[in-house]
Structures are given as C-alpha cells and as structure tokens.
C-alpha cells in the first residue's frame, strides 16, 4: 500500500509525494533494512575482493606518488593553492578535498596501495547505502535495494573504485545523494533540513566540481515529481531553489577562479567534441545496459562535421529521452491504459522520467568542457545513479506483472554483476594487465599503445616496445610523450643520434612540458654535454618545478 500511494502521489498534484516521502523515511532504519544493507555490502566485498593491491595508474602518478604536496596534511594550503593537486601544471585542477583525503592516505601508509583502496571504497560503501535511503521511498524496499546493488556492483563503477586519483568522483556522488535526502520534497524538510543538504553538496564539490549538478538536479526534481498547490509552500520551495542556485553559482566560480591558469582541458576542436557527445550519452547507456565495451582509454574519434550519420544517431537518442521526460511531465504517464503491457495501470513515469533527467543533467559538464579523452567510464559515475532509479522503477513494475520469476532473474542479474566486476578488477592490477586489456578493445589508441610498448621496454623487448610506438605514431603523430619515449628506448638500444632527433622533436611538439626537458637534459649530461644539460634542466624547472623536484 506504501508503494501504491508514493506512485499515485507521483502522478498526482498536492503534497502527497511530501508526506509520503517523510513517512517512508521515518521508518526506514528497520531491521529488516539493516540486514538487507549488510548482504548488499558483503557482496560488494566479495565483488571487490581482488582489488585491494591494485597498482597507481594514470593520472595517479603525478597527483599520488610524484606529488610532494601530499606528504604533508595542510588542508588551509590545499584550499588556498590549486597547484597542489598535481606535479603536472597541465594537469593542475582545483580539488583541495581530494587532495586532502589522499594526503591523510600517505600520512597513514604513505604509497601503500592497500590504505588508499581501503578508503576509496569506504566512501563507495556509503555512496551505495545513501542510494538505498534516497530511493526507497520513491520505490519501495526492495525495488531500492536493487537499485543500490545495481549501481554498487555493476561493472562500469569498477574503473571509479580502481582509479584512486578518481576519488572525488565517489565523495562528489555522496555529497549529491546525501544532499538529496536531507532535501526531501517537503517545505517543512527544505526549510529545516536544506542549509545542511547545500552544505554537504558545497563541501563535496571541493573534491570534484561536478557536485554542482546537484542543482539541476533539484531543479528537474520540483519540475517532475512535485507539484505544490499552496502558496506558502511554493515561496518556501521556490526561494530555497533560488539561493541554492545563487550559492552553487558562487562556489563554482571560486573553483574556476582558483583553477590554475595553467591547467588545460586538453581538447583539440571544441566543435567537433560537442558533436560528439551525444552518440558518447548513447554509448554510456549502452554500457549501463551490456557493459561488454569497457575500456580504461577508448579509442573513439571526434564526428568530423555536422551532417555525419554518428551525430544524428546521438541526437535522435538525446530526443527520445528528451520526449519521455516531457511526456511524463505533463501527462504523468506515456502508455495508455487500454494497450496491455506492465505499464498497463497507467502507472506514472514521473520516477524513471526523473531519472533520465539525472542522467542528462549529470552529463553535462564533461560534454560542455573540450577535454582531451571524448569518452571515460568513470565519467558515468555520478549520471548512472539516475538510470540505475529507472531501473529500480522498472523492477518494481516487473515483480508486480510476474512476482514469482522476477526475483530470481534479479538474483541472477546481480550474480553476474559480481563476476563482471570482479574480472574487471583484474584488468586493473597491474600497468601489463591494464594496457594489454587496452590495446585489444582500443586498437586505435596512441596513447594505449605508447603505454603497452612502456610495459615490453621494461621488460626489456627494446625492439618490440618500437614496434608498437611506430604503430602508436600512426595515431598520435603530435604526441610528445610519445616521442620522449621512443628517444628513451633508442637510448637503450645505443642509437644515440636516433634517440637525440626525438627528444628534439618532443620538445618542438611540447615546449612547455617539463618531463621533456628533463629527459633531454639527462640524455645530454650522460654524453658529457653539461652545458647544454644545464640549460635544458633549468628549462624543465621553469616548466613545471614541483615535478623536477618529485623527482
């Protein structure tokens, strides 16, 4: 009966959804409710229990174990210097709160991998029984565990949990669910609990800046699934949204204005990424859908132009989303009573309508800003939490049809889960395992192929790592790294003269990088240039001085 007046309230104009909600939560901590978050949390476990060793990766070098900044805990300096984020001044991005959390992680373990994993998915954990709270009153009990434990287990969160410098995507995700629940669709809550659900959101986004969707959110949730009939109660909701916006808007400019000028989105073509990133919201669903695509660096090209057939294919996609949310805005429902099928009640679609609306909303950040990877798992992190409570949606609509086969198709689903998760975790376990899994479902990356011919060098196959950096050079041929590396195993292999026309070449295609200079610097001093060794390490410093230092 509970689930039946939440849905009818969903549909219906007053305060019903309010009361509802309020009610629902004020007994939510049960028993019962406990014992069910417990087995989700032990599944978890089991799903994640090979991945407690996994090595740095990525971006995790030089936020991690190359940055100096977080070997000491000075939360006022994080908060008050952007550069600390990073050795990379390209790569410096304002996030003081994770850098925060991973300087308490040195402080304990130092570059123990096993105290950062633990943390990590501490907060994962939470993330996964906020979700629970924030849907089971729109839902049900077990409609909002399944929920939960599609998101805490499927297999596209394993890259997030894995990814440790990813980490402000998981407290960014917790401050917006938490954010959420103390903002319940009530003027009482709004009025009393809201200064604290901003807040949370606010603090969050220190660890990354996408928290801040948490106001579009807000805004598609008062426009979907509540609709006030009293005045008092539309000022109280209305002026909340308006200084929550107000508030939101400020933090996020503060965050710009203390991003370094010298991070770089790194895109190339700002027009023909925006062309792209519809046909990238089809692939995430896709992906949240049959995850048979993972990838820790895709190799997916920019649409070219406007009228490319890739475009028009995202764009239709965007639009059918679009069209269910205004059909379940204004009607309440898309399916007409007399076709039969498990919306046959004409039961609302404002939830799922909500959750697609999360989705897009959550989307739009790393669509609007040209950075240089179109497409990463882990940016659907935070977007998923809206599918996966379309999905809860759905599943309460099926057990309703078929109650008696509908649990053990849940049960098999999320078995499955835990065995795609748990593969996926040992995709991650090492720098071999990662650019090999890489190279074979990204067979156009440069940059995945500059990586898997790094993993031969060290083991010493000088002519094989060349081989694929020729291969990798047909991709990338601007990438200077990649340059760098081939004069490094050119070194190696005493080519010498070879070796010193990359380095060249890398530092014409990046002069500002330090890591260039530096390697360049070191080539000359091991042939007796010290001069012009000198002078290519004071170049390096110039370019990026904390990370000459890390070294």
């Known amino acids: 009966m509970r689930i039946q007046t939440i849905l009818y309230a969903a549909r219906a104009p007053g305060k019903c959804i309010g009361d509802a909600v309020n009610t629902s939560l004020s007994h939510s901590v049960t028993m019962k409710t406990f014992i069910r978050l417990s087995i989700l949390i032990a599944a978890m476990l089991l799903a994640y229990s090979n991945h407690w060793r996994n090595s740095f990766h990525f971006d995790d070098w030089h936020t991690i174990t190359q ?65 629970y709270f924030l849907f089971e009153p729109l839902v049900g009990e077990g409609a909002a565990l399944f929920g939960a434990a599609l998101f805490g287990l499927h297999p596209v969160c394993a890259e997030t949990v894995n990814y440790l410098c990813q980490r402000g995507e998981i407290v960014a995700a917790c401050g917006v669910v938490a954010g959420l629940i103390c903002l319940r669709p009530s003027p009482y809550f709004v009025r009393w609990y809201g200064r604290l659900g901003i807040a949370l959101v606010l603090l969050a986004s220190l660890a990354k800046i996408t928290a801040l969707c948490f106001f579009g959110i807000i805004i598609a949730r008062e426009l979907i699934l509540a609709t006030w009939t009293d005045r008092r109660d539309i000022k109280i909701v209305g002026m909340f949204t308006w200084w929550t916006s107000i508030l939101c808007a400020a933090v996020g400019g503060w965050q710009l204005y203390m991003t370094p000028r010298t991070y770089a989105t790194g895109g190339t073509n700002a027009f023909q990424y925006w062309l792209t990133q519809p046909i990238v919201a089809l692939h995430y669903f896709k992906q949240f859908l049959l995850p048979t695509e993972l990838s820790a660096d895709t190799d997916r090209a920019l649409v070219p132009y406007l009228f490319h057939e890739q475009f028009f294919i995202g764009a239709a996609f965007i639009g059918v989303l679009l069209w269910f949310i205004w059909c379940a805005w204004r009607d309440g429902y898309i399916v007409p009573q007399r076709y039969p099928s498990i919306l046959s009640h004409a039961v609302s679609t404002k939830i799922p309508a909500f959750g697609i609306a999360w989705f897009l909303i959550c989307m739009i950040p790393t ?27 759905l599943a309460n609509r099926i057990y309703e049809r078929w109650p008696k086969q509908s649990p053990w198709a849940a049960l098999t689903l ?6 795609g998760t748990h593969q996926r975790n040992f995709v991650w376990y090492n720098e071999e395992t990662l650019w090999t899994d890489c190279v074979i479902k990204s067979p156009h990356n440069g940059r995945a192929l500059m990586n898997y011919g790094l993993v031969l060098a060290s083991k010493g196959d000088y002519n094989g790592a060349l081989r694929v950096f020729a291969m990798a050079e047909y991709w990338v041929p601007t990438y200077s790294v990649l340059r760098l590396n081939e004069g490094s195993v050119l070194t190696a292999l005493g080519r010498d003269e070879e070796a010193e026309q990359h380095f060249i070449e890398a530092i014409r295609l990046a002069p500002r990088d330090a890591q260039v200079h530096w390697h360049f610097s070191q080539f000359l001093r091991s042939h007796g240039k010290i001069a012009a060794a000198d002078a290519e390490l004071k170049q390096a410093r110039e370019c990026g001085a904390d990370w000459v230092d890390s070294l």
């Open 367 to 393: 669509s609007l800003a040209p950075l240089s990877e179109v497409e990463n798992d882990h940016r659907i992190f935070l977007p998923m939490i809206g599918l996966c409570l379309s999905a809860a949606w």
């Open 414 to 419: 999320i078995a499955l889960m835990i065995v």
């Open 67 to 131: 940055n100096k900044n977080i070997r000491q805990v000075t939360p006022i300096k994080f908060l008050l210097d952007g550069t600390t984020s990073s050795t990379l001044p390209t790569n410096q991005n304002y996030r003081p709160l994770n850098t925060l959390l991973l300087s308490l992680d040195y402080k304990i373990g130092r570059y123990n991998v096993l105290g950062y994993h633990m943390q990590s998915f501490a907060w994962f954990v939470l993330l996964v029984v906020l979700i």
